[in-house]
């Protein structure tokens, strides 16, 4: 099996989300709207706030897809209108199916609120097929510890969804996918790809080299390759420093080839049921987050 070439490097955009979150959001943009399955990535922070200075993502509504959030720096609370409350830390992977719809909060801890620190995580919205969009909410909130890592010399490979170097993750995916956190220095790392899948790295840090022309990029570049055939190559240089000389991570996936309604956190595939969506959601039938204390 080849491997794929780059198709194009996307130079991520910083922009602002929810209550003030700083992130890098290499897409959607005019130019790329989706890397079908996958709607959104955004790589939120490294961000370091003064005490009582942490933002996040108030209560707000999703329906019709899957957010993904891994969080890399802090730590993070979750609660919901279904009554599910939990919290993130630094390495832990909550996987949302929002399905036919859930509000919630996605904020700081009060304990990175009260005392100040640093934020970074990433953010991946996973599109379901027409057939799943209006599924029961489920949550696969993941600690760090159950998340399968491959070692080897020079590479860190992992696994939050699919399969890699043979080991599989725990984590149930809708759509066939990959998603790897892949940490590699002095060597390179070939993942394996099916046929017609969607593929793409994204530099968290550090740089490196690409598919089989070796094309460079570094820090915040999304890189997306030819649909088709073949496996995706990432190679890194040495790393005097200690750290990794790339930090990337690497996502691959079933193309759904449906159309896309998408409208703030609704995403759907007519313009009717996006409508459908806001009227629930003013309607209460999203639900809302019950607080006794505040
Ligand atoms: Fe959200």
């Not at 939990?86 to 909550?94: H, I, K, N, P, T």
């Not at 304990?111 to 379901?128: F, S």
């Not at 390179?188 to 840090?205: C, D, H, I, L």
Request: aromatic share 6%; net charge negative; glycine share 12%.
């Amino acid at each position: 099996m080849g491997l794929r070439a780059v198709k194009q490097i996307i130079p991520s955009v910083r922009t602002i989300e929810g209550g003030g979150f700083v992130v890098r959001r290499p897409f959607p943009t005019a130019d790329l709207p989706q890397v079908d399955p996958f709607l959104l990535f955004d790589h939120m922070g490294p961000i370091a706030s003064s005490p009582g200075e942490a933002k996040g993502a108030p209560d707000h509504p999703h329906r019709g897809f899957e957010t993904v959030t891994y969080l890399l720096q802090g730590s993070m609370q979750h609660e919901d209108s279904a009554g599910h409350r939990g919290s993130l830390e630094a390495g832990d992977v909550q996987w949302m199916t929002a399905g036919r719809g859930v509000v919630h909060a996605e904020m700081p801890s009060t304990a990175l609120l009260e005392r100040g620190g640093t934020l970074e995580g990433i953010q991946l919205w996973v599109n379901l097929r027409a057939a799943d969009k209006m599924i029961a909410p489920r949550y696969q909130d993941t600690p760090a510890a159950s998340i399968p890592v491959v070692e080897e010399p020079g590479l860190r490979v992992k696994i939050i969804a699919g399969e890699a170097l043979g080991t599989r993750a725990v984590i149930e995916t809708r759509t066939p996918m990959h998603y790897l956190h892949v940490q590699l220095t002095g060597r390179s790392f070939t993942q394996q790809v099916p046929e017609g899948w969607n593929a793409m790295v994204y530099v968290r840090k550090g740089r490196g080299a690409f598919g089989p022309d070796r094309v460079p990029a570094a820090e915040g570049d999304l890189l997306v390759f030819r649909n088709g055939q073949g496996d995706v190559l990432l190679e890194a240089g040495d790393a005097p420093s200690g750290d990794p000389a790339l930090d990337a991570l690497v996502l691959a996936g079933q193309p759904l080839h449906e159309p896309v309604a998408r409208y703030g956190t609704f995403v759907m595939n007519t313009r009717r049921e996006i409508l459908e969506a806001f009227e629930d959601f003013e309607a209460g039938r999203l639900g809302r987050i019950e607080r006794d204390d505040r």
